[in-house]
């Protein structure tokens, strides 16, 4: 129906609606795309404007430390602030655009990994994953991957005993990054159903409830405005860290077991380089062949990563783990290495002697992040914004397993790598500089944990709290386990998942 600016509307007026979505960032405006033209009444309350805009980004603002086994604590204070966007769109407006799908590995309850396993599997995602793949105008991602024909595309010969495959990842345009005429058309053209209204500068500040039935939601403007809103069921979507901000700041809502917060999960890149502005460790390939399914001419074109499935993972008792391949400039001082990962190509080229040719990459790796319950977002009630809200205290936790996980998926594949004869990967990183050469992803996963169980997890399995009938949430904050892909095609599989649910719902009403 329309985009409403929250502030021009009198004070104290009552919204009312059949469903109230908190929050127009991707997960929100896919499930608002999913209700448009439908028989609900819908609305959607976002924060910010059309646009970035410096007052509304500072309500995000609160401090962060991270923390791993055996390392000095890193502050990261700017995280929170700067991991996220608040606007119409959200972090869209600034994310890569890099999708791929959580492999089935990281669905599956691993007995090696406490808190692992998800309600749902892989496969019974695969509908949901086409049409998040539709919607972001990419390729799908079959459950089964096929072998490409072209000898330039051949993956390394790693059998099914190791368990290292290739995991495809590819680019949607639809970013505010890489095309914003269609990410425009992607966060406002829905919109124009006549059962939708979308309020820009309506930030929810608390969400009210009798029992276990939400009642209502209050909604503050920078300007001083105060409103109502009020639906049959809300869905809370602003994001991995504010979905617990804003739970926690409405009397703990959906906390009765003190889950809400924990088991932050953030992926983390590691690489040999200790020069930030280049990041890379050494991969010498041995055949000649090139490795253009791994490492492509741009980094921004579709190309696989090595992971490692569950074979790999049930041996090597770890978690997920990618090696991403690229091509890197060894020689001169136009390197596109630093010279770390230059002095290790040193070691590998001698490494492979014995080989024809031996061909240079650079690769850096990740680790899934376990669920950790002392990795967690807590409130700070002495740092407030300008509405009044507590801050956040983000307490970014790695432990000694999350390490040793690293070590030990790194020889693991450089031993297959090399029984094969396909390579040598060059790795020198002693475990107490780990954090120090890491960087952060802006990921955020875990802290309202999906679990049939509510001893276990914030949200049951459709992803409605536990604690409340009518309140559900969307976002990678539902997310047990983390896997190693960056989280948004999931975000909007989940989406639509939980579109199909409360439609289906309605019906059965
Ligand atoms: C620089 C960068 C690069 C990234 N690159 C990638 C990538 O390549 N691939 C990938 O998969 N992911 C990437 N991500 C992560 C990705 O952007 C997020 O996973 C995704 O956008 C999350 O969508 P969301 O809708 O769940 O949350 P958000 O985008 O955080 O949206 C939440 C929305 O809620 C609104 N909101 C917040 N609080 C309130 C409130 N109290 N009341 C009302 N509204 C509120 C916000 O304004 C926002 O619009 C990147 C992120 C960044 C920052």
New binding site residues.
């Given amino acids: 129906m329309a985009i409403i600016d929250a502030r021009t509307l009198p004070d104290a007026s009552p919204l009312e609606a059949d469903m109230v979505i908190?929050?127009?960032?991707?997960?929100?405006?896919?499930l608002a795309r999913e209700l448009a033209g439908g028989p609900l009444k819908v609305i959607v309350?976002?924060?910010?404007g059309l646009e970035i805009e410096p007052e509304?980004q500072a309500?995000?603002a609160g401090s962060c430390v991270q923390k791993a086994d055996g390392a000095k604590d890193r502050p990261l204070d700017s995280y929170p602030a700067?991991?996220?966007?608040?606007?119409?769109?959200?972090?869209?407006h600034?994310?890569?655009?890099?999708?791929g799908p959580l492999d089935p590995a990281d669905f599956a309850e691993r007995p090696w990994i406490p808190y692992s396993g998800w309600p749902v599997t892989r496969a019974q995602m695969q509908d949901y994953y086409d049409r998040a793949c539709d919607l972001l105008e990419i390729d799908r991602f079959p459950l089964e991957w096929p072998t490409p024909t072209d000898q330039a595309l051949q993956p390394l010969a790693l059998d099914d005993e190791d368990g290292f495959f290739p995991a495809p990842r590819v680019?949607t345009r639809i970013?505010g990054r890489t095309d914003k005429p269609a990410f425009d058309r992607f966060r406002t053209q829905f919109a124009e159903a006549p059962n939708i209204t979308v309020y820009l500068y309506?930030?929810?500040?608390r969400i009210r409830r009798e029992g276990d039935v939400v009642t209502g939601l209050d909604?503050a403007c920078l300007d001083g405005k105060r409103h109502t809103a009020k639906a049959a069921r809300y869905v809370l979507?602003?994001?991995?860290?504010?979905n617990v901000?804003?739970l926690l700041a409405s009397e703990n809502l959906g906390n009765r077991h003190d889950l809400v917060g924990r088991f932050f999960q953030g992926h983390l890149t590691y690489s040999n380089d200790s020069d930030t502005q280049r990041e890379g460790s050494t991969f010498a390939a041995s055949r000649a062949a090139p490795l253009d399914l791994y490492a492509t001419a741009q980094r921004f074109e579709p190309h696989c990563v090595i992971g490692a499935g569950l074979p790999a993972q049930k041996r090597m008792k770890t978690g997920n783990f990618t090696a991403t391949l690229f091509r890197a400039n060894f020689s001169n001082a136009d390197a596109t290495v630093g010279a770390d990962t230059q002095t290790l190509a040193k070691t590998a080229t001698k490494l492979d002697q014995g080989q024809e040719q031996s061909n240079l990459l650079g690769f850096f790796a990740m680790t899934e992040h376990f669920p950790n319950p002392d990795s967690r977002i807590t409130l700070d009630p002495s740092q407030r914004d300008a509405l009044g809200?507590p801050r956040v205290r983000l307490t970014w936790v790695h432990g000694r397993k999350d390490h040793e996980d690293l070590e030990r998926s790194i020889d693991g594949l450089a031993n297959a790598l090399g029984a094969s004869g396909e390579g040598r990967l060059c790795w020198s990183l002693r475990r107490d500089e780990l954090l120090a050469v890491s960087s952060a992803?802006?990921?955020?996963m875990g802290t309202t944990r999906m679990h049939r169980d509510p001893r276990q997890g914030v949200v049951d399995s459709n992803g409605r709290l536990h604690e409340a009938r009518n309140l559900y949430v969307?976002?990678?904050s539902v997310f047990p386990t983390s896997g190693i892909?960056?989280?948004?095609?999931t975000?909007l599989a989940l989406t639509l998942r939980l579109a199909d649910h409360l439609k289906s719902e309605k019906k059965a009403a």
């Fill in positions: 908190i929050g127009g960032g991707l997960a929100g405006i896919t309350l976002e924060s910010g509304t309500l995000y700067q991991s996220r966007i608040r606007a119409l769109g959200g972090s869209g600034v994310w890569g655009g890099k999708c680019f970013s309506a930030n929810v500040i909604v979507a602003t994001g991995g860290i504010e901000r804003l809200m992803s802006r990921h955020h969307a976002g990678s892909v960056n989280p948004t095609l975000i």
